[in-house]
C-alpha cells in the first residue's frame, strides 16, 4: 500500500513504531522500509517474531488471496498478531470474478447478468456474446493488477479478445476462465466498508478515473485519479447502497462461514439512481484510498483496532467535510512498457496544501528519488470545494517533474 495509509497511522496517537514491506522512497519517510517481498510469508513471520510486532496491515490483494491471514492464524508463534484483510476465502471476492458474481447471486445483491467460460467453452461464450447488445464486458477471472476487463463495441472484436484472454492466455493464468456480463450503462462509483466481520462502518464514497486518456479513452489502468465525495451519491443513495449491497455483503459473508476482517471495496454502478455492483476488491483500492482515508479525522488505529477486536461497533468515526482530489502521474508509456530510474524533481516545491503520495518510487545509489513503478505520484488536496481541492492537486503536478511524465488532465470534470 502506498504512502497515504502511513501517513495516517503515523499520526495515530498509538503509535510507537512503523514498519513499510518493501516501501517505497516516500514511506521511508514515514517509518522504516523492509525489504521483504509481500507474499514472503517466512521472512514476514520472522520479521514480526524478531521486532515484537502488534498489527499487520495488508495492502496489496495478492498476499490476502494466496492466505496470508489464513497463514498467521494457522501458526502458533503468530495467531495472536492480528491480521487487517479477510483470510483467503473471503479474499475470492477479489481473487475471482466467478466466486464474487456467484456470491452477489446466492445474496440477492443487485448485479449485470453474467456467465463464466474456460477453454472447453468457447463456442458457448460465442453464443453468449450473440445472446447480448453492445457493448461487450469481459472479465479475467483472476488478479490482472486492474487491467484484466475489457469492454468492447463490436460482437467481432469481442469474440477474438475471447479467444486471446483463454487460448492464448492474455492475462495469464488470471483468464484461463473469463467472466462476460451484460453493460450496465450510468456513473461508477466506489464505496468502502470496513467490518470485524459482523459490524461495519461505512467510509467515504469516491470516483476514480480508470482510463489512460482524457474523456476515458484508451485502455484500463490501475487508476488515473479520483474525487470523494461523489456529487450524485446522496444520502438516499447511499441508503439503498447500504440496504440493497453493504447489509447483504456482510451478512452473506457470514451465512457463508467466511471470516472477513478488513476492508470491502464495492465497485458500483448508479444505474438511473440505482445501485449495481462491479466487482469487489478485498483491499483499500488505489487510487481512491488517497482520496478516502486522508477524509478520516478520528484516529486510525482506534478504527483498525475495532476490526480486531471485533468490537468496531464501539468506535467513533469522524469524516471531514471537505472535498479531496487525487491526480495521478504516471511514467511514460503505462500501462503498456514504461522505463524505470527517471529522476524525479521538485518534490521540495509541493506546497503543504497538497500532499504528494509517493507510490512508484525508490532511492538510487546516489540518494536521488527516481520512478519505479507505471503509477509514480499521486497529487492530493483538501479544500471545502472539489473544484478547488483539483485546482490544488494540478497546481502542484506542474511543480513536478520526470523523464516521461504523464497525467490526465480532467479528472473531476465530469462531476464538478
Known amino acids: 500500500m502506498s504512502t497515504h495509509l502511513h501517513i495516517n497511522l503515523r499520526k495515530a496517537q498509538a503509535l510507537t513504531k512503523l514498519f513499510i514491506a518493501p516501501g517505497n522512497a516516500g514511506t521511508g519517510q514515514l517509518g522504516e522500509n523492509v525489504d521483504l517481498a509481500v507474499t514472503d510469508f517466512e521472512g514476514i513471520k520472522n520479521f514480526c517474531i524478531n521486532n515484537q510486532i502488534e498489527m499487520v496491515i495488508v495492502g496489496p490483494e495478492e498476499p490476502l488471496v494466496k492466505g496470508i491471514a489464513d497463514f498467521f492464524r494457522s501458526d502458533g508463534a503468530l495467531q495472536n498478531i492480528p491480521v487487517i484483510g479477510p483470510r483467503q476465502k473471503g479474499a475470492m471476492l477479489e481473487g475471482s470474478k466467478d466466486f464474487a458474481k456467484d456470491f452477489m447471486y446466492r445474496h440477492g445483491i443487485p448485479t449485470a447478468a453474467y456467465r463464466s467460460f474456460d477453454k472447453e467453452t468457447l463456442e458457448e461464450g460465442f453464443s453468449f456474446i450473440d445472446s447480448l447488445m453492445p457493448p461487450y464486458v469481459l472479465k479475467a477471472d483472476g488478479l490482472a493488477a486492474g487491467k484484466g476487463v475489457v469492454i468492447l463495441e463490436n460482437s467481432g472484436e469481442a469474440k477474438a479478445e475471447l479467444t486471446q484472454m483463454l487460448m492464448d492466455e492474455k492475462f ?21 466498508v470496513v467490518t470485524d466481520g459482523a459490524n461495519y462502518k461505512l467510509l467515504p464514497s469516491a470516483k476514480d478515473y480508470k482510463r489512460i486518456f482524457e474523456g476515458d479513452k484508451g485502455p484500463n489502468t490501475g487508476g488515473m485519479g479520483a474525487v470523494s465525495p461523489v456529487p450524485f451519491a446522496n444520502a438516499d ?11 447483504p455483503t456482510v451478512t452473506g459473508l457470514q451465512a457463508d462461514g467466511i471470516t472477513y476482517k478488513g476492508f470491502i471495496f464495492i465497485g458500483l454502478m448508479n444505474v438511473g439512481g440505482e445501485p449495481f455492483v462491479i466487482e469487489y476488491n478485498c483491499r483499500m483500492g488505489d487510487p481512491e484510498t488517497e482520496v478516502v482515508l486522508p477524509r478520516i479525522k478520528s484516529d486510525i488505529i482506534d478504527l483498525l483496532e475495532g476490526v ?31 522505463e524505470k530510474g527517471k529522476i524525479i524533481t521538485g518534490l521540495d516545491d509541493v506546497d503543504n496544501k497538497t500532499t504528494a503520495y509517493q507510490t512508484g518510487t525508490k532511492l538510487d545509489e546516489h540518494g536521488n528519488i527516481v520512478t519505479n513503478g507505471g503509477r509514480v505520484i499521486a497529487f492530493t488536496s483538501l479544500a471545502s470545494d472539489l473544484e478547488t481541492a483539483l485546482r490544488r492537486s494540478y497546481r502542484n503536478v506542474d511543480r513536478v517533474d520526470f523523464d516521461g511524465k504523464f497525467y490526465r488532465k480532467d479528472i473531476g470534470r465530469d462531476v464538478l
Not at 237 to 247: G, S
Not at 309 to 338: F, N, Q
Open 237 to 247: 443513495f447511499m441508503a439503498k447502497v447500504e440496504e440493497t449491497i453493504v447489509k
Open 172 to 192: 495469464g493464468a488470471a483468464s484461463r476462465k473469463v467472466v462476460i456480463e451484460q453493460f450496465l450503462p450510468g456513473i461508477e462509483l466506489s464505496v468502502f
Open 308 to 338: 480486531a477486536h471485533s468490537s468496531l461497533d464501539k468506535v467513533y468515526l469522524e469524516i471531514d467535510e471537505r472535498a479531496a482530489a487525487t491526480v495521478m502521474v504516471v511514467s511514460g508509456g503505462y500501462p503498456d512498457e514504461y
